[in-house]
């Protein structure tokens, strides 16, 4: 905007008058308008005359008083020094009156031109700024190096100068431009530091010049920057706060347990702190420095390791900085009080119940995270994402304790979580998504077998949607449906197999001996049984008996194909099948429980070929076993009994030979 402050009116004088026998207006035609001429030198500040003034202070209006005439004129500088120069000169008689005024009109005139000039400054600098917030980096370069053309940039610089160099190195930082921002940087730094080292400027540039370094990957100079203000005493605000800078670069050499040591001490200090303790932000702050600290250096501790006595080694040291990252932990949890929830603390609490899943101590984990989701909640609402993270965790640490009133729980907060993430992220994102599946397996584990198979549905349809038929994802959500269905029993195995069909045999593809592959075929071979579907029963024992375990599932699928092959009455091959399955040793009560099914339908094949032998010696092991578990009145202890009741008649008796005695 145009100050009229610094213009003037171009008027027209009626007749030449004199003054000392000096004509005004130069003897000049009084019925024509002369406006003055633009003088380059001093023509706002500006040596080149050519020089475009920004904004719209080319211009103003001039007015013809008494014809009420405008004209469009351009207002020039006083030229001072011509001034001063005639007025020495001046040999006037009325030197006593007139040198005087003319010195008032001087010192007035050298008042505009340097208000002029510092507002002209003041302009390029809040154009500066504009460039700069558009992102208009050229501009805002050029318009600063003109400013500098009259300001030195040594430890002199004025304050506003170095406010333009910081604004400047902050803009060439945001372009990534580190190394150029290096050079501004540590000049603003030297002349604040010589200026006054205690001054927020001077820490402000002080930060600044230490993330420059660290983006160069100048780590040492970045920390060398921070340990000369951590080392001075008494310790502060000020001090503490280059001791974490002092932690991070270290962090960043890969000097994990040093910067563990320092970190520590610059907790203990915030804490003795009177305008800090245990629970002001900085301090939590630094106490979960350290700890990240300690957890990229127990990452780290895991490398090449030749002997024993080295692993050994770095398992204690793994374990040490578990112990530390837990007491750590502990301390920072311990400074909450459940009346004023700090958002500090509750990620603190956050990360020790996450830490507590872990580890299986599930009970501690919900303690903590019940107290921590209650005051996200209250502090941060209900729907945030970081309150639902956390409500996710909890519900995650109840469904793990394994105990069945636990379960409900879980769910109403895995359908708390659902709701409020449709709302938040819409139905089609992933995190609503996965919500969805979570809320469908707690179903499954209440045995709410119906409204898991409802969710599970709903979780297909918007991977298919979403991602398409074939994606891993939309198969393993293919795969839940499918296993749902599939526990609900016989009557609905048909449905079952038309899901796990198409799941078997794209993951066999990928990976036909791989655990999900197995599990799923485990699943499929059940539901296709009873229509003697061989082959898929086949595929999923052969790929199990490849593999070097021996487990459930390898005798359950082994079983599984041996009842195949008897329905088919291929006894021979139910014998090789079944024999290395009961020749097993298994540990788990699972295991054991399948092993002798194995043998009932072993001992079954074996008397259909007529070994009675064998088919006596393997069916009584099971009828001794189950006795031990069942008692005398099992129907699986009856049904060996029978069986071997059967062996004892078909066994041919030989006769017993008396002795003939002489």
Avoid at 3 to 11: D, Q
Avoid at 44 to 67: C, K, L, M, V
Avoid at 287 to 313: D, Y
Wanted: with cysteine; aromatic share 8%.
């Amino acid at each position: 905007m145009v100050n009229s402050e610094k213009w003037r009116y171009a008027t027209v004088v009626e007749a030449p008058e004199e003054v000392d026998n000096e004509l005004l207006n130069g003897g000049r035609d009084p019925q024509m308008i002369y406006e003055p001429q633009p003088n380059a030198k001093y023509d706002h500040g500006y040596e080149n005359a050519s020089q475009q003034i920004p904004g719209e202070w080319h211009d103003f209006w001039s007015q013809n008083r008494t014809q009420h005439q405008e004209t469009l004129a351009r207002e020039s500088s006083p030229n001072i020094q011509q001034y001063r120069n005639n007025l020495q000169a001046s040999n006037c008689p009325g030197e006593a009156c007139h040198c005087n005024e003319t010195r008032i009109q001087l010192g007035q005139c050298e008042q505009e031109l340097v208000k002029v000039i510092a507002e002209n400054q003041a302009l390029k600098v809040q154009l500066f700024d504009t460039w700069k917030i558009t992102k208009q980096y050229d501009e805002a370069e050029t318009i600063y190096r003109d400013i500098l053309v009259n300001h030195s940039t040594d430890v002199d610089m004025p304050e506003t100068i170095m406010a333009l160099g910081y604004s400047f190195a902050e803009m060439l930082m945001e372009q990534n431009k580190f190394a150029a921002a290096e050079t501004v940087a540590e000049q603003v730094w030297e002349a604040r530091n010589a200026l006054d080292p205690s001054s927020e400027h001077f820490r402000m540039s002080h930060r600044q010049i230490c993330l420059i370094y660290s983006s160069l990957g100048q780590f040492e100079k970045a920390e060398s920057r921070h340990r000369t203000i951590y080392h001075q005493e008494p310790k502060d605000t000020w001090t503490l706060e280059n001791g974490d800078g002092v932690c991070r670069q270290l962090v960043k050499r890969g000097l994990y347990q040093e910067a563990a040591v320092v970190q520590l001490k610059v907790w203990e200090e915030r804490q003795k702190l009177e305008t800090q303790g245990p629970r002001h932000n900085a301090t939590i702050r630094s106490g979960l420095e350290r700890i990240s600290t300690l957890e990229q250096w127990s990452a780290s501790i895991a490398g090449p390791e030749e002997t024993e006595v080295q692993k050994e080694f770095n398992r204690n040291r793994k374990h040490v900085c578990e112990g530390e990252i837990d007491e750590s932990l502990q301390k920072l949890w311990g400074a909450a009080e459940k009346p004023e929830h700090l958002p500090e603390l509750l990620d603190v609490g956050h990360k020790l119940g996450s830490r507590f899943v872990t580890q299986r101590r599930y009970a501690e984990a919900e303690a903590i995270l019940e107290d921590v989701w209650a005051g996200k909640k209250a502090n941060i609402g209900e729907a945030s994402k970081t309150t639902m993270l956390t409500g996710r965790l909890l519900a995650k640490a109840l469904k793990l304790s394994g105990l069945a009133e636990k379960y409900q729980k879980a769910a109403a907060i895995y359908e708390k979580i659902l709701a409020d993430k449709k709302t938040v992220f819409g139905e089609s994102d992933d995190k609503t998504v996965s919500a969805g599946a979570d809320l469908a397996e707690m179903y499954s584990l209440l045995g709410q077998y119906a409204e898991a198979e409802r969710v599970y549905q709903w979780v297909l349809e918007q991977r298919v949607n979403k991602l398409g038929r074939h994606n891993s994802e939309t198969l393993e959500a293919r795969h839940n449906l499918g296993r749902t269905i599939y526990r609900q029993g016989r009557r609905r195995y048909d449905d079952a197999a038309r899901m796990l069909r198409e799941v078997y045999d794209a993951w066999y593809v990928n990976s036909p001996k791989g655990e999900k592959t197995l599990r799923c075929g485990l699943m499929l071979v059940e539901t296709l049984a009873e229509h003697a579907d061989i082959g898929p029963i086949q595929e999923v024992f052969n790929g199990r008996a490849e593999l070097p375990d021996r487990d459930r599932l390898y005798m359950k699928s082994g079983l599984l194909f041996g009842k195949s092959l008897f329905g088919q009455r291929r006894y021979r091959e139910v014998n090789d099948t079944l024999l290395p399955l009961w020749e097993c040793q298994p540990e788990s009560p699972e295991e054991k429980q399948v092993r002798l099914e194995c043998g009932h339908l072993y001992g079954q094949s074996l008397l259909k070929v007529n070994d009675y032998h064998h088919a006596k010696a393997v069916l009584e092991s099971v009828r001794d076993a189950r006795r031990e578990t069942l008692g005398s009145g099992g129907s699986e202890v009856v049904e060996v009994s029978r069986l071997l009741q059967i062996i004892e008649a078909r066994t041919p008796r030989i006769s017993r030979i008396r002795r003939v005695q002489r």
